[in-house]
């Protein structure tokens, strides 16, 4: 999924989940190891520091 695409459904997850939706810090680290091994991780970079940022809370 391109960056474009994928940075709003990521933020509205880690942000605006409804409660039984909320991602656990293992969800999140998931993902962040997910974003970092794309080929355009580069690409992904803010939205692995707002895993990052979500994480250390």
Known sequence: M???ILRPLLI???W???SELIPTDQQISQVKA???ARPDADA???LI???RHYIEG
Request: charged content about 40%; hydrophobic content about 35%.
């Open 16 to 18: 605006e989940s409804p």
């Open 2 to 4: 391109p960056p474009e």
């Open 34 to 36: 997910e974003l970092e």
């Open 12 to 14: 509205e997850w880690l």
């Open 49 to 51: 520091e707002e895993c």
């Open 44 to 46: 992904m970079a803010a």
